[in-house]
């Protein structure tokens, strides 16, 4: 039940993940894979937590989400033990990794016309991984030349557009 509920949840947040919730699944994955290389379980296991939080929170339907948040926290002493388990830590990255793709997958399928244009800390490692077009978010002319060519802007908020912090923060 709750595998299928949270592929019900998923498929319905995808096409409502905002660009900085994205990026901060990117992030997520990236923080993922090196508290796996320190084996850092405790810190891996509350990464995952905010992973699916995000998804969660792009997801329309809250009674859905809020069956499944309380069915998880039933099962939360056995969830906490599995990540334990010896593998199950390289396992559960690649899975989250096959859930950020999917939701680049299908935003990409959403219309073959629109082109999306990523601002990103690694333009090239934004290219690599997603095949999408990046440019550095703090290059101010070329944010702007990007934004002369949109037909419309997508914008998170949070941190993407600010001013009450620098870029060290």
């Known amino acids: 039940l709750r595998v299928e509920l949270e592929g019900f949840i998923v498929r319905l947040a995808v096409p409502c993940i905002t660009e900085a919730q994205f990026q901060r699944l990117e992030g997520i994955i990236t923080q993922m894979g090196q508290r796996q290389k320190d084996g850092d379980l405790m810190g891996y296991s ?5 992973f699916h939080a995000i ?3 792009a997801c329309p339907n809250k009674t859905a ?3 499944l948040i309380k069915l998880k926290q039933q099962m939360r002493k056995y969830n906490m033990k599995t990540i334990l388990v010896p593998g199950r830590n390289t396992h559960s990255l690649q899975e989250h990794k096959a859930i950020l793709e999917a939701i680049q997958q299908a935003i990409h399928e959403a219309s073959d016309h629109i082109c999306v244009t990523a601002l990103s800390n690694d333009p090239e490692l934004t290219r690599r991984q997603y095949g999408l077009e ?3 978010r703090f290059r101010v002319l070329r944010v702007l030349a990007a934004l002369a060519r949109c037909d ?3 914008s998170g908020g949070g941190s993407l557009l600010q001013d009450t912090t620098s870029t060290r923060s």
């Open 46 to 50: 509350a990464l995952n937590q905010q």
């Open 134 to 136: 990046a440019i550095p």
């Open 152 to 154: 419309a802007l997508l």
């Open 65 to 67: 989400t809020d069956i």
């Open 55 to 57: 998804i969660y929170d």
